[in-house]
């Protein structure tokens, strides 16, 4: 019976891997003879950032966590490298499952490829053209060493394509962190602290800052703390603090002007959906939040200056502010006024993501991977086009 890996190691990685396990267990559960094995590579591990995303989710235990923690990036790469590649000769798997573009999705990868166990990428051809994110390179080095796509949207698909991936390699399927947060509508509720910071329908601002442009900079992140609680007019400002973010904050002297905003522990999803959800607008560096905005038709402020996800821009209710902090208060002026866009939903966003994906894995599996001798039609056609093309798209410099 084919093996199944499902990796998964940070945050946005659980949102992801939630719909994808529960439509496996939906067709192991009529019959169909599939495993899978769920690995948690332990790169977050504290319950905030982890643990409670299993049981809000429903995600069921991990068969294997690798236990990495914390480290240096090649650190964590290595160590999750090594303890993948032990389960992989312990037991070899069909087919390993990355999502996303964390250390994890790349360390895995590669531990895959290396004992030519077949990989597919869940989020795969999504670029920013900037490689000082850490996710990007994660990106390219994933989808160098990726047999199948599993796609987001066309500007992925048309990346690939540009880089010679072969067409019967690309499955564009729609999003699964949308799954996910379809799934959990119903079930949204709101964090402990609602009636005590008198929060209500449209009558508050969401922050959440973790790229290390914006928040590894003392002085950048406290001018940029300012600039926000300064031009959001005295409505509150939750702020879920990512521990990367605290970490900075620990040595920095806050100004009395940045009361505006509510520091808060990093919320579970139910409840920081639900914030979402009823926000006047989120004010993000985060690439997931742009696209749960998108779809909950909430305004959305973006602290950077390129995005892998141009859908939610060209589609939804994303803009990219860029990383000036002086670029918000025009920014917000125009959100008060009432003149931001409305925002459609972008193709296949639609809930039914996960089950594309186990339809077309389980087709592959029927048809034998690894007759296609992947990865070479890749390299060839990658190397005649001149490598990867970036299909980012830029803020308005204002
Ligand atoms: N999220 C959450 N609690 C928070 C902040 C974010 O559950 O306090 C969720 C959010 O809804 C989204 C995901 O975390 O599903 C995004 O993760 P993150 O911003 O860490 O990563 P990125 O998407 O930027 O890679």
């Avoid at 590579?41 to 236990?67: K, R, V, W």
Wanted: hydrophobic residues 40%; contains cysteine; aromatic residues 6%.
């Amino acid at each position: 019976m084919p093996l199944i890996d499902i990796i998964a190691g940070a945050r946005p990685n659980f949102m992801k891997i939630a719909p994808i396990i529960r439509a496996l267990e939906a067709r192991m559960a009529v019959g169909v003879a599939l495993r899978y094995r769920l690995i948690h590579t332990g790169q977050h591990y504290d319950a905030c950032m982890s643990g409670d995303f299993f049981s809000q989710l429903g995600i069921p235990a991990p068969h294997l966590n690798l236990e990495v923690g914390s480290g240096t990036p090649a650190e964590q790469t290595g160590a999750i490298m090594v303890g993948y590649e032990r389960a992989l000769l312990t037991e070899r798997s069909d087919l390993c499952i990355v999502v996303g573009d964390v250390t994890s999705t790349m360390a895995c990868a590669i531990a895959a490829q290396k004992l030519r166990v077949p990989v597919a990428h869940v989020e795969g051809g999504i670029r920013s053209g900037d490689w000082s994110m850490p996710e990007e390179i994660n990106r390219m080095v994933t989808d160098a060493i990726t047999d199948y796509f599993f796609t987001t949207s066309e500007s992925a698909n048309v990346n690939l394509r540009n880089a010679g991936v072969p067409e019967d390699r690309i499955f564009f399927v729609g999003n699964t962190m949308i799954d996910t947060l379809l799934h959990s509508l119903a079930r949204l509720r709101p964090p402990a602290f609602w009636n005590e910071f008198k929060l209500s329908e449209r009558c508050f601002f969401v922050l959440t800052l973790h790229r290390p442009a914006n928040v590894d900079s003392a002085d950048r992140l406290v001018a940029m703390l300012i600039a926000i609680a300064e031009g959001t007019r005295g409505f509150p400002v939750v702020f879920p603090v990512h521990p990367r973010t605290r970490n900075k904050l620990e040595s920095v002297h806050l100004p009395a002007v940045t009361s505006a905003l509510r520091f808060v522990e990093p919320q579970g999803y139910l409840e920081f959906n639900y914030l979402l959800k009823n926000a006047k607008a989120v004010i993000t560096d985060s690439g997931g939040v742009t696209e749960e905005a998108t779809v909950l038709g909430v305004p959305c402020l973006t602290l950077r200056d390129t995005t892998e996800r141009p859908e939610t821009v060209e589609l939804g209710t994303n803009e990219l502010i860029g990383t000036n902090p002086a670029a918000l208060r025009p920014a917000l002026e125009r959100l008060f006024a009432g003149g931001w866009k409305k925002g459609r939903i972008p193709p296949l966003w639609d809930g039914g993501t996960s089950r594309r994906i186990v339809a077309h894995i389980e087709r592959l599996l029927a048809s034998g991977m690894r007759d296609h001798a992947p990865g070479e039609g890749i390299r060839q056609s990658a190397e005649s086009s001149g490598g990867w093309p970036s299909a980012a798209v830029h803020s308005n410099p204002r």
